[in-house]
């Protein structure tokens, strides 16, 4: 409960969160700087606590980490209390490989940034709990968290559910449990620890290294428990598209991005903001999470897409290809929807053969900056599977990021004969 002398209307703690940055100990290093914006930008909010899921450092050299801490120091007077854990480039050490432990890895970690020792660590900070786990699965060459881990991870929630079992338990793990938020469902979401979860309805969990925009509402889940996406401060990723590199997106660079969050007595809010434009991203649709959590009337369950929309193209939109020198493309406008438009499906046919010959997934730009935002899209036409003189028919699916699909653009037209495709040569290299 707040106190009589607390005004309601401000919270009872303030919460930075600043994750993946990816950082090399250079002023003018990219995952520095923006790091410095964050926290410029986290400053005036007089956070008492800053939260990190992991991924400091580009490779886990000391004196990126004590350069973050300096950088902490610089912008904040009196220093609030950092909470998090280490991610896999923290991991990644330079020097002789038997030095490559965990465990003295994670000790220069923790030392190097002024957090506690204990993996997992547990820190209260007026009356809330923070609980840290770090271990690098992938050094330890396995996809999951080990037994022994999820154990201690348990016995420290457990402690904070007994101490209240009406509040959050905020959780920090760099891997994200699975087929939660945007980005989970892939190798790296924790099938153990979502199931340990589980049982927990207080646990709110936090965690990195998915990289996913926060532009997608689908950064915040909830299920039997809470979970909450931190995105990035290096660069964006998203899988599954045809035009993204290993999952990076095109024009990655421009997602960069961190979150503030507010606690009170009753609820938890959520703003997301973008570094480089200095911008609140959807500042009139902050997340706000009722206190205390009740899954029956939780408002970020799958639940969810039931109300969503399909996105929809203008009534006089037009598709066209356009020939460029040994590649093709296709340009449209860009489908309307009341959130954004995820992604483009686009279906092509050989109608002389009457099959399919491709269906994959274009992603559009939300997550860009919005001075880069475009009314037009143009995607790269696969010139590996298009055939010189071949009638095709081209469908063009606007889709929603909960999935719901619209109606398409459709185009029958052939290829011109004499073409000649360039071949091997990647999509969208990543500027």
Known sequence: MISGCVNPVEPVLRVGIVSDNQAYPFDYDWGMDNMDKALAML??????????????????????????????????????????????????????????????????????????????SHIVIKGYHFISLSEDVEFLQRTEYSAEALAKLEAEIQKAVAADPAKPVFVMTHYPPVNTIAGSSGKSGQRAMHEMMKKYPQVFSLSGHTHYPLEDERSIWQGEYSALSLSTLAYGCIGGMYNSCNGIVPFAREVTQMLYMEVFADKLVIRRYNVTDKREIKPDSPWVVPLPFDPATAPYTDARSKQRTAPEFPADAKVLLRYDYGFMYIIFEAAKHDDFVHHYRLQITDLDKNVVVFNEKYLGDFYRLERNRADRMFFRLPGEVLVPGTNYRYEVFPVESFGKEGKPLVLEAPIRARYRFRQNVNIYPQE
């Open 43 to 120: 400053a005036a909010k007089k956070p008492e606590v800053i939260l990190t899921a992991g991924d400091i450092a580009d490779d886990s050299t000391a004196e990126t980490l004590v350069r973050t801490a300096e950088l902490m120091k610089k912008h904040f007077p009196v220093m609030p209390q950092l909470a998090g854990c280490a991610g896999n480039h923290d991991y990644w050490i330079t020097g002789p490989i038997e030095s490559r432990t965990p465990e003295k890895t994670f000790a220069g970690f923790a030392e190097s940034l002024g957090l506690p020792p204990d993996n997992p």
